[in-house]
């Protein structure tokens, strides 16, 4: 089974820290997504890839980058948190064929204190 | 403009009824749809794919049509358990190959015993 995991389950930081959010899929996916979901406005699509070393912006990118050194990894950075970043982190890949779906880690519920 | 719209944010049905939910769309053309199912704290679980050409598709007791002329889909889960209760979310392919999905907001499905 394809496997998404995501390095933190729960996490708290403070107004203006750097934060990472670490994400590694094992079945050699050639897609990544980054999304933020907060109730009342579903997944919202944060940054996705298509291949190592390429990024694209999704509809709600400000105060986000993110990094793609290795085909597996796909790191989500908040280069200065805000209380607004408080949310549930999902990371997703695909195969690029729809057939299969993406597959989801289980998310980081991230609190900007 | 573009918007996914589901039923209705929450849906009760009696165990062993076959619920039904919708997911209407507005100034898309997907060639696919995509339906998964989340429960709370995980991430979306991917249950099925139906291209625009397919007008239904099954999984054991899972039923999605698909009317490109309607711009909907219907999602039926025939004989509910009380296992089925999660949050359902149906999502599109944004630019017509099957590589970028976006999401609806999803409908919480409670089956009661």
């Known amino acids: 089974d394809v496997k998404v995991t995501q390095s933190s389950r729960y996490l708290v930081k403070r107004t203006g820290e750097k934060v990472f959010l670490e994400c590694v899929q094992d079945?050699?996916?050639?897609?990544m997504f980054w999304y933020r979901q907060d109730p009342g406005l579903g997944l919202r699509l944060i940054y996705f890839?298509?291949?190592?070393?390429?990024?694209e912006k999704g509809d709600i990118p400000e105060g986000y980058s993110v990094s793609r050194e290795k085909k597996e990894r796909f790191s989500l950075i908040l280069e200065s948190a805000s209380t607004n970043q408080t949310s549930m982190y999902l990371c997703?890949?695909?195969?690029?064929?729809?057939?299969?779906?993406?597959?989801f880690g289980s998310g980081t519920r991230l609190t900007v204190v | 403009s573009q918007k996914i719209e589901q039923n209705s944010e929450a849906l009760n049905i009696q165990e062993g009824k076959t619920a039904t939910l919708t997911c209407n769309y507005t100034n898309y053309s997907p060639a696919y749809l995509q339906w998964y199912r989340q429960d709370p704290g995980r991430g979306p679980v991917f249950l099925l794919l139906i291209r625009e050409n397919e007008k239904e598709k099954r999984k054991e007791r899972l039923k999605v049509t698909f009317d490109t002329t309607l711009k909907q889909s219907l999602f039926h889960i025939t004989a509910s358990q009380p296992a089925d209760s999660a949050t359902y979310l149906c999502?599109?392919?944004?630019?017509?190959?099957?590589?970028?999905?976006?999401f609806g907001p999803g409908t919480r499905l409670s089956v009661l015993p």
């Open positions: 890839s298509y291949d190592v070393k390429m990024k």
């Open positions: 997703a890949s695909s195969p690029g064929s729809p057939n299969y779906g993406y597959t």
């Open positions: 999502a599109l392919d944004e630019e017509n190959y099957g590589q970028n999905f976006v």
């Open positions: 079945m050699d996916h050639e897609n």
